[in-house]
Nanobody
Framework: QVQLVESGGGLVQAGGSLRLSCAAS??????MGWYRRAPGKQRELVAR???????NYADSVKGRFTISRDNAKNTVYLQMNSLKPDDTAVYYC????????????WGQGTQVTVSS
């Protein structure tokens, strides 16, 4: 069983920055990432990173967001710069833990609101 604790959401003006953190307890995740769900839209992948450091990003955040992880702390970070009102959403931490197969876990979500 893996528990995820998220932090770092909030309200920021357009052009500002926020950093999200997600700490995982239990097994070391194979993949750690962030998804978001904006009002009236489907949940979408924002960024993810493997235990080896391979990353991928949604096109909409490339060049503005940076995902990183500290394997010693089992923590993933999402540095969000040059935020836009379109980035307003609930952001969810997501991890995949490889045991006999991949098990997927979700955080409770943290609200990010970007005002214009």
């Amino acid at each position: 069983q893996v528990q995820l604790v998220e932090s770092g959401g909030g309200l920021v003006q357009a052009g500002g920055s926020l950093r999200l953190s997600c700490a995982a307890s239990g097994s070391i995740p194979r993949v750690m990432g962030w998804y978001r769900r904006a009002p009236g839209k489907q949940r979408e992948l924002v960024a993810r990173i493997t235990s080896g450091g391979t990353t991928n990003y949604a096109d909409s955040v490339k060049g503005r967001f940076t995902i990183s992880r500290d394997n010693a702390k089992n923590t993933v970070y999402l540095q969000m710069n040059s935020l836009k009102p379109d980035d307003t959403a609930v952001y969810y931490c997501n991890v995949l833990v490889l045991l006999s197969r991949d098990y997927e876990y979700w955080g409770q979500g943290t609200q990010v609101t970007v005002s214009s």
